[in-house]
């Protein structure tokens, strides 16, 4: 991301508005004043006249006669000049030139370069002040670009931070499927996550998690055949792992080993994010970063060397996570200052980290928890379906239980999946990657249109 600045004559002013409009990759900074002129109270007459919805903005490249589009109800047209009048009101003015500051993609800036220029325009690049931080924009993967809603529901990502879609992507359908391990039940979301890829009138607005929906259920696919269930222990598929029933405690060290391996990602992308904010210092201290990371590490070795009877592996676990608290003291510490209340404040503070992260990692124990219950409602309305069934009326209600049952199974365990997945995601693993909020990056963008555009303006007003 490169800090621009914008400048034009005062002569082509608009002009260069219209181009940055046009183009729609610089975001504009400073504030702006309030609406004021001709547009705006033409606009203004319109929508007292001719109430409805906020019109659409658009741009005509040559000026305007507002008189013109009021007298044919173009408020779009209106709408665009007051948003333009505006940046022209904020531009800083030197004699016969005005300027705007402003962000820009680095890989656009040639192409900005050419179009400012055939209007007479330029753009300059500027130097980067060590207390302004860019602007995020964020181009992930392909193939995780779908799951990005993820992380923008959580907070904008910071400019240094590394772009942790393919990692929420990832653990998210890892999560869910887990706690979702049911052949028929993955299956039948899939197919509703394709149903929704051609969602119209009130889902239109969730078409773009399609990709998802259908993700998460083909890990519950996935999962059903570990678990072997098929809209229950049906035995329509074989177990190729464990019965979640029947054997709880494996399926419960499962679930803490794979919150042990997301823990230890997040902590690695969270050592990283400090490094790149504020140096190897934070990095080293920071809860979430090598400090907080040395205490897991240390608990964990610590539990299974006492699991296993090995002293020596709880004793190099007490080590450890005892490093983990001295680093955290010295953060803490730095934060506190030098007052007579430092030192107890710092060891507040470290006594209630290391409780979180313990609590953190035993949070993980739902996702062992919520596949039990999932495979236990399996069960429980396959059962009941065995014990309705014989002759008409009772393979009738067997027919009616199996159905109502897995339906209601699906709609509710799916819905508790994906809550406690989000909650695992942004509570236990996004807590140690996103320290503070970043900007998303927002450029100024307004559709111009060309000298035609006096029919497009008359069918807006029709």
Do not use: C
């Amino acid at each position: 991301m490169s800090r621009v600045a914008i400048v034009a004559t005062q002569a082509r002013l608009r002009d260069a508005l219209v181009v940055l409009a046009d183009a729609g990759t610089v975001e504009l900074v400073g504030p702006l004043p309030p609406p004021a002129g001709p547009a705006v109270d033409a606009l203004r007459r319109l929508e007292q006249s001719r109430p409805g919805p906020a019109p659409s903005a658009f741009l005509r490249r040559e000026v305007p006669d507002v008189t013109a589009l009021e007298a044919i109800g173009a408020r779009g047209a209106l709408a665009g000049e007051v948003e333009l009048v505006r940046r022209a009101d904020a531009a800083i003015r030197h004699g016969s030139f005005a300027a705007w500051v402003g962000w820009t993609p680095t890989s656009t800036l040639r192409e900005l370069e050419e179009q400012l220029a055939a209007v007479g325009a330029a753009v300059v690049e500027l130097p980067r002040p060590a207390w302004s931080e860019p602007p995020t924009a964020l181009q992930p993967l392909r193939l995780a670009r779908p799951f990005r809603p993820l992380v923008d529901t959580y907070g904008a990502t910071r400019y240094t931070d590394i772009d942790p879609t393919p990692f929420a992507a990832a653990s998210f359908v890892l999560m869910f499927g887990m706690m979702f391990g049911d052949v028929g039940h993955g299956l039948v979301l899939s197919l509703l996550g394709l149903v929704l890829r051609r969602a119209h009138g009130r889902w239109a607005g969730m078409r773009s998690l399609w990709p998802l929906v259908v993700a998460a259920g083909l890990s519950g696919v996935l999962f059903g055949f570990l678990y072997g269930d098929a809209f229950g222990p049906t035995g329509l598929v074989p177990r190729l792992w464990l019965d979640p029933v029947d054997q709880p405690g494996r399926l419960l060290l499962a679930a803490g080993a794979v919150g042990a391996a997301l823990l230890t990602v997040s902590y690695a992308v969270g050592t990283v994010n400090r490094w790149r904010e504020a140096g190897a210092p934070a990095a080293l201290i920071a809860p979430s970063g090598i400090a907080g990371f040395s205490v897991l590490l240390g608990g964990g070795l610590g539990l299974g060397g006492l699991y296993l009877g090995s002293g020596g592996v709880a004793l190099a676990g007490a080590a450890v996570a005892a490093v983990g608290a001295v680093l955290l003291s010295v953060g803490f510490l730095a934060e506190a200052g030098r007052g007579p209340l430092a030192v107890p404040e710092a060891i507040v503070e470290v006594a209630d980290s290391v409780i979180r992260i313990g609590a953190n990692a035993i949070s993980f124990t739902r996702l062992a928890a919520f596949g039990l219950m999932h495979a236990a409602l399996g069960a429980v309305v396959f059962d009941a379906t065995k014990s309705l069934w014989g002759g008409v009326v009772g393979g009738v209600l067997a027919a009616v239980v199996f159905i109502v049952g897995n339906t209601v199974t699906l709609a509710l365990e799916g819905l508790v999946a994906g809550v406690q997945a989000l909650r695992l995601e942004y509570y236990e693993l996004f807590s140690r990657i996103f320290v503070g909020e970043g900007k998303t990056f927002a450029p100024w963008r307004i559709p111009v249109i060309s000298a035609a555009g006096d029919a497009a303006a008359s069918k807006e007003a029709a």
